[in-house]
């Protein structure tokens, strides 16, 4: 039974290593996106023009995006967090090595918004529609809804904010919308309902589900985002990224979807990837070899028997 | 919206402990399957009537047995690896200190029944039905069938086999029939497709999901199987369990699916499990200190806050 392809964004460069307390450096940062690029990914999230003051980790953007390998069909992805980082990427582009993503942030709820982005949602809102403006016509723009499906501080997060937050997207001239489930407090019952009713209020976009596995749930719920018609994703290798400390968050560990473990997954479900699996493990083992850590993956050490259990199943 | 409730089996004390190198106390075992009792687990994998020359570990069978509280409505479960070993349960039973469930073993492919069992499956089935006529009208009868979702061996099983094996432990009387993804190989479209065809086939008995996490699907797939009708799953506390040796299964680390980061998720989606959810990370938490390291639990780090934010989607 063939089942419809996903596109998979590979995280691990930018969301990935954004909390990494060592400065990661950016020869390894380069080899990483060259790897990922080469295994097929058609989006990789690269890194972010965020101010180096507030994190050093991408105080290397420009060089990172200057020396990577481009292949035709594969867009990489750039954070933007304010406008001067818009026009950063447009410098980037007129000299001819820009990003052909740039992402744009809200979070659904006004605490998250102040504690993370250290602006109201009225205020950040109109800092995203200038951005989108700035960069329409140029870039592959991605609208990324925080906290949509659940809240550290204000815990529910009502349905129809999240909806409108997409329609406000969509007409601010932004095709492309994530849903960040950014402290996994998602389930496969809460995910398939927002993604359903998203398919219905911004029928010209298309979703990608941003899933983080803090509580174990990530990838059950790609599952049913793909139920729900959803066929983006983003992923990190080894399931790094997010906020570890309680600090920020309020709970604990919130790493991305591990990429390895949920791309095996779908093979094995005949959900086409377009990666080279005979060099999936390799990168992934070249990921932990990168971070000097063994990570989240679970087929990086089982393997990828799955797929041929799993054949006689599709 | 009000979702059909699910029986959990807790497995830490017997599949969880059975391969921990050291011999885990008798005293600390009782403890942990009062605790599992007192949270409200209907059916708890209790122990094992193997030979304790072949798994020293539940040496201590009938003291365990002997000395747990038991609570009406809750079961407990040991697992009959031979003819014996039924013999011992009975035994126990008219001594007044019994399991309420026995569980009956055969793998569906003859290369991991000769592993895992030391037999055939013609030799293996044939000393199945003798167990089952000997345990019949005094025990609750689960029939367990191993890699019924992929073989570290053969790695395809055939569905059809599957469906035979269970057509055959209902011939033999027995009604509850436990699906094994022994090394996680199942995906959930290859579980759903299982989980319905096994309703047709076997329409009386009561299925119930046996899963490992092996390949971190365990959780995406007691999804599926409760979307196929499933309603009854094991799980271990801390996702411990199974063999993590490359010996005996050709393949890694082999836990089963984690009990507090899935019953997190049921209950987050509105499927009651029955348990006390304010006991449930003390529990977990405990597990950690009886093995004396920090389990695979998600939710014990993070909370429940997924509770609380899904609850708006239910």
Same mark, same amino acid.
């Given at each position: 039974m063939a089942a419809e392809a996903v596109t998979i964004c590979e995280c691990f460069a930018r969301d990935g290593l954004q909390h990494e307390e060592a400065f990661i450096p950016t020869e390894t940062k380069v080899a990483a996106i060259d790897a990922f690029v080469a295994l097929g990914f058609r989006r990789v999230e690269a890194t972010s023009y965020s101010h180096p003051k507030y994190v050093p980790q991408f105080a290397d953007a420009d060089a990172v995006l200057q020396r990577v390998s481009r292949r035709p069909g594969t867009r990489l992805k750039a954070t933007c967090p304010n406008l001067n980082a818009v026009r950063r990427a447009i410098a980037a582009q007129d000299a001819g090595h820009g990003p052909e993503e740039i992402s744009l942030l809200v979070s659904a709820t006004d605490s998250h918004s102040k504690r993370? #982005?250290?602006?109201?949602r009225g205020e950040q809102w109109e800092l995203v529609e200038a951005m989108a403006a700035e960069g329409a016509g140029r870039f592959v723009m991605v609208g990324t809804i925080s906290v949509? #499906? !659940?809240? %550290?501080?204000?815990?529910q997060v009502p349905r129809a904010r999240v909806l409108e937050d997409a329609r406000r997207m969509a007409a601010a001239g932004v095709r492309h919308i994530a849903i960040g489930d950014t402290v996994g407090m998602g389930t496969p019952r809460s995910v398939r309902a927002l993604f359903e009713d998203l398919a219905r209020a911004v029928p010209d976009c298309t979703l990608i589900a941003h899933f983080h596995d803090t509580r174990g749930t990530a990838i059950a719920n790609c599952v049913a985002a793909y139920e729900a018609g959803a066929r983006y994703f983003d992923s990190a290798f080894g399931g790094v990224g997010g906020h %570890?400390?309680?600090?920020?968050? !309020?709970e604990g560990y919130t790493g991305n979807v591990c990429t390895e473990d949920l791309v095996a997954m779908f093979e094995g479900m005949g959900i086409d990837t377009g990666l080279d699996m005979s060099r999936l493990l390799d990168v992934a083992r070249d990921c932990e070899t990168m971070l000097g850590r063994t990570l989240r993956g679970m087929v990086t050490r089982s393997g990828l028997g799955l797929l041929e259990g799993a054949a006689a199943h599709v």
């Open positions: 993370n #982005l250290n602006r109201s949509a #499906l !659940g809240c %550290p501080f204000e815990k %570890p400390t309680k600090i920020q968050y !309020g």
